[in-house]
């Protein structure tokens, strides 16, 4: 499966962003989905993850109340709508895909920019 995010950018501290992973392929129902991030000069870090059906859904402390991560099956899309931005979720973020029976993130986005400023 190939995966393409969108929607980073700039953004004033206290602001919101909606970042889009779609996914090539038939399958993508298939697959849980995650989202991760690495702020710079750290290392690559967990955001939130959804089972396959949308059904389950897991955050990081830092994400927990303010990012809410969503999926469309019939779209073959994953979102993630972070609110209530804050400087040190300044990175670049990552969509990646799980099979359903694996406990691996073995395909990812390329990465888009999220650059939230005070």
């Known amino acids: 499966v190939q995966l393409q995010a969108s929607g980073g950018g700039l953004v004033q501290a206290g602001g919101s962003l909606r970042l889009s992973c779609v996914a090539s392929?038939?399958?993508?129902?298939?697959?849980?989905m995650g989202w991760f991030r690495q702020p710079p000069g750290k290392e690559r870090e967990f955001v939130a993850a959804v089972a396959s059906s949308g059904g389950g859904k897991y955050y990081s402390d830092s994400a927990k109340g303010r990012f809410t991560i969503s999926r469309d099956n019939a779209k073959n899309a994953v979102y993630l709508q972070m609110n209530n931005l804050k400087p040190e979720d300044t990175a670049v973020y990552y969509c990646?895909?799980?099979?359903?029976?694996?406990?691996?993130?073995?395909?990812w986005g390329q990465g888009t920019q999220v650059t939230v400023y005070s």
């Open positions: 990646a895909a799980r099979q359903i029976k694996g406990n691996v993130y073995r395909y």
């Open positions: 392929g038939r399958t993508f129902s298939m697959y849980n």
